[in-house]
């Protein structure tokens, strides 16, 4: 796994990150999509997942439920737009907490691209969010995906049983915990 690019654009108030990973296209969008992989990146650390929904459908909802360290609870979730395995999902995405407001709801894009050959799989994952209120808000969506990123890796290290990279081995580290 190699860091491909991370920036956010301050134009437009939206995030971008893209990663390339040692693995076949078909199991990193398995790993993106499926809640019995979710569960295992989708969480940051010290928090619980207390629920994880995924209807892949054009119109489908996701939705998770987590648990942080103090005890709050938020929601995350949204509507698919446009669903095309194995290469692209468009989403809505909004987060509400404890308090019962619902955060602004943004729109994610996030594509699948092979670019490795057919002996050595290796995929693109490309994900951009936005449009943010401003740059406190971008900036903690961009930390809370690049975290994600890393525990997808670990996560794809483990099911495919490679040496993990040590840029993920603290990932691999909380996964083991999960």
Not at 24 to 49: C, N, Q, Y
Not at 60 to 85: N, Q
Not at 141 to 168: I, Y
Request: aromatic share 6%; proline share 5%; net charge negative.
């Amino acid at each position: 796994m190699r860091l491909q690019a991370a920036g956010v654009s301050a134009e437009d108030r939206a995030l971008f990150i893209a990663r390339v990973f040692d693995a076949p296209r078909d199991l990193v969008f398995k790993v993106w999509t499926r809640p019995e992989h979710i569960v295992h990146w989708a969480v940051p650390p010290g928090f619980s997942l207390l629920s994880c929904e995924e209807d892949l459908r054009r119109g489908g909802r996701h939705a998770c439920c987590l648990r942080s360290p103090d005890g709050s609870t938020f929601r995350l979730g949204g509507v698919y737009c446009a669903v095309t395995p194995p290469e692209r999902l468009v989403s809505t995405f909004t987060a509400e907490g404890d308090t019962g407001v619902s955060g602004r709801e943004t729109l994610v894009t996030v594509t699948f691209e092979d670019v490795g050959e057919d002996a050595a799989p290796r995929t693109r994952l490309s994900l951009r969010q936005g449009r943010f209120d401003g740059a406190a808000e971008r900036d903690v969506h961009a930390g809370a995906m690049a975290a994600c990123f890393d525990r997808v890796g670990a996560r794809l290290a483990v099911l495919q049983g490679a040496e993990v990279p040590t840029s993920v081995q603290a990932a691999v580290r909380e996964l083991q915990a999960v």
